[in-house]
T-cell receptor, first 110, second 115 residues
């Protein structure tokens, strides 16, 4: 299987919370990232978490890390139509180059 | 925050011609720059990693003579697609990272269409 896996699609209603999940295989990963890509644009770093942390919150974004299960999630509270995009999970070990998942397309409908 | 620009944002060229894409770090020194290719509905495929002042390291399966990478300064890297063919049409994204930094910052991407 792939090193970083994500489900491909998530559809939510505006105002609800979105939870995007990611699993990775390398237990020695030191950094885990969430990037957002809007149509026709590059990747925007949303947030990242060190492997020795369990949770990180930044305004509407909450990142949870379960290192035992190698599971990372991104929760977006009060999801808005402007949040519609592709969200990429990535993991990095030390100075190595990050490995990206295939991205989760988040669709927010009224 | 760290800003990375790419130029051009989109380009259309004829088959057989060469196209140069620039990647610049605007407010930091990028000791390492990365070039990715993204196919529709797919993830990023790392093509090569370049460190300032040295030759790029290409990923397996990426032709270094076809995709020429130059990282001549701490703020500029270029990717030249030589003798482009329609199958080279894609979205090319660069990213940049400073030495010892935790994260890399991405450019907005360049859409290449080869006719």
């Amino acid at each position: 299987g792939e090193d970083v896996e994500q489900s491909l699609f998530l559809s939510v209603r505006e105002g609800d919370s979105s939870v995007i999940n990611c699993t990775y295989t390398d237990s020695s990963s030191t950094y885990l990232y969430w990037y957002k890509q809007e149509p026709g644009a590059g990747l925007q770093l949303l947030t990242y978490i060190f492997s020795n942390m369990d949770m990180k919150q930044d305004q509407r974004l909450t990142v949870l890390l379960n290192k035992k299960d190698k599971h990372l999630s991104l929760r977006i509270a009060d999801t808005q139509t402007g949040d519609s995009a592709i969200y990429f999970c990535a993991e990095r070990k030390g100075s190595y180059i990050p490995t990206f998942g295939r991205g989760t397309s988040l669709i927010v409908h009224p | 925050g760290a800003v990375v620009s790419q130029h051009p944002s989109w380009v259309i060229c004829k088959s057989g011609t060469s196209v140069k894409i620039e990647c610049r770090s605007l407010d930091f020194q990028a000791t390492t720059m990365f070039w990715y290719r993204q196919f529709p509905k797919q993830s990023l495929m790392l093509m090569a990693t370049s460190n300032e002042g040295s030759k790029a390291t290409y990923e397996q399966g990426v032709e270094k003579d076809k995709f020429l990478i130059n990282h001549a300064s701490l703020t500029l890297s270029t990717l030249t697609v030589t003798s482009a063919h329609p199958e080279d049409s894609s979205f090319y994204i660069c990213s940049a990272r400073n030495r010892g930094a935790d994260t890399q910052y991405f450019g907005p991407g360049t859409r290449l269409t080869v006719l």
